[in-house]
């Protein structure tokens, strides 16, 4: 009876030391709120095909959720690309016309040596000058 009271002691003793190590793993891979990656102001550049667009400089992500809020409040049209250096052409992730957006599941954009997305926002809406662009991961 010892022997059973002494192995439950022990048992006991090792499962909150291990769930501690199993919740410091999780908070790594993201602890489900969100952060602050960057902030931008739009400026305004020559797109594709000589089109003046409305640019913000990109942020770095790890994956996951990703959500962009345009302060002061706008309604326009945005599109998110992801930022490839050399002679890759950047990537479309998607589009929104809020002042408010979340994109899921963007792990598939996460490449490079940085194992990160770098993540930015074009518009061809003048209105959105004197904007900014606050990311969060």
């Not at 706008?74 to 979340?102: C, K, M, Q, R, T």
Request: a negative charge; glycine letters at 8%.
């Amino acid at each position: 009876m010892k022997k059973i009271s002494l192995l439950l002691t022990a048992l006991i003793m090792v499962i909150p030391f291990s769930s501690a190590n199993a919740a410091d793993s999780k908070v790594n891979a993201g602890n489900g709120s969100w952060e602050r990656v960057g902030k931008s102001w739009f400026y305004e550049t020559t797109c594709s095909g000589g089109v003046t667009c409305y640019m913000t400089s990109y942020v770095r992500s790890t994956g996951g959720d990703f959500k962009v809020v345009i302060s002061p409040r706008i309604n326009a049209n945005f599109d998110l690309w992801e930022y490839d250096s050399g002679s890759n052409p950047d990537e479309f992730v998607g589009s929104f016309n809020d002042h408010y957006h979340i994109f899921r599941s963007i792990n598939k954009f996460v490449d490079g040596p940085n194992n990160r997305a770098e993540f930015y926002l074009s518009s061809t809406d003048r209105d959105v000058i004197g904007n900014q662009a606050y990311f969060y991961d």
